[in-house]
């Protein structure tokens, strides 16, 4: 079970972080990632990162702005978002690949989301 928290209303430019703790499994066993749902489009792939931590990946639209990080002792991933613009606005989601290596391909779990809303 993967559970967001830390979404809200923010000014364009300003921050937030996300987490998402994860119960039920192995944390270490998967990687983990972040998407994001635009009213009325598809979900889009936002970062991913590998089972320790030392291997992120972000989608072009936010590197360099949002980072990715997990903390194995607490079963949590985090996304931290600097910079925010109101097209970041957007649910965002945790998701769960199993294996050491992300590839957000064979995610098996993901979380209900929650709202980012940015006002410019």
């Known amino acids: 079970q993967l559970v967001e928290s830390g979404g809200g209303l923010v000014q364009a430019g300003g921050s937030l972080r996300l987490s998402c703790a994860a119960s039920?499994?192995?944390?270490?066993?998967?990687?983990m990632g972040w998407f994001r749902q635009h009213p009325g489009k598809e979900r889009e792939f936002v970062a991913g990162?590998?089972?320790?931590?030392?291997?992120?990946t972000y989608a072009d639209s936010v590197k360099g702005r949002f980072t990715i990080s997990r903390d194995n002792a607490k079963n949590t991933v985090y996304l931290q978002m600097k910079s925010l613009k109101p097209e970041d606005t957007a649910v965002y989601s945790c998701?769960?690949?199993?294996?050491?290596?992300?590839?957000?391909?064979?995610?098996?779990?993901w979380g209900l989301g929650t709202q980012v809303t940015v006002s410019s």
């Open positions: 998701a769960a690949e199993w294996g050491s290596a992300w590839w957000g391909k064979y995610v098996d779990t």
């Open positions: 039920g499994g192995t944390f270490t066993r998967y990687a």
């Open positions: 990162i590998n089972w320790n931590g030392d291997q992120p």
